[in-house]
């Protein structure tokens, strides 16, 4: 499975961005979809999974009523719409895919290049 995310910019703070992940393979729709963002001088965190079917959605808890995950497993596309941006929620966004259930950084089987966020205050 290749991933390539797309969406990133430039966006005042409170403003919202959807970010998309396009997937190659016939099995993307058997991964359960991750996106993880890494911000200057930090870890890569977690930032929001949906399983396989799109049943179960996870979030952490700094985007949580502000983000939504989403996929489309006919288009192969997974989106993460993101609301009431705040500047900390600058970073590069990664998504990533995995076929277990524990959906950590290094628990990822695919992983994509990323694409950058910028919120200015």
């Known amino acids: 499975v290749q991933l390539q995310a797309s969406g990133g910019g430039l966006v005042q703070a409170g403003g919202s961005l959807r970010l998309s992940c396009a997937a190659s393979?016939?099995?993307?729709?058997?991964?359960?979809m991750v996106w993880f963002r890494q911000a200057p001088g930090k870890e890569r965190e977690f930032v929001a999974g949906?399983?396989?079917?799109?049943?179960?959605?996870s979030y952490a808890d700094s985007v949580k009523g502000r983000f939504t995950i989403s996929r489309d497993n006919v288009k192969n596309m997974v989106d993460l719409l993101m609301n009431s941006l705040k500047p900390e929620d600058t970073a590069v966004y990664y998504c990533?895919?995995?076929?277990?259930?524990?959906?950590?950084?290094?628990?990822?089987?695919?992983r994509g290049k990323g694409t950058l966020v910028t919120v200015s205050s």
């Open positions: 990533a895919a995995t076929s277990g259930s524990r959906w950590g950084p290094l628990d990822m089987d695919y």
């Open positions: 949906i399983s396989w079917g799109g049943g179960s959605t």
């Open positions: 393979g016939r099995t993307f729709s058997t991964y359960a």
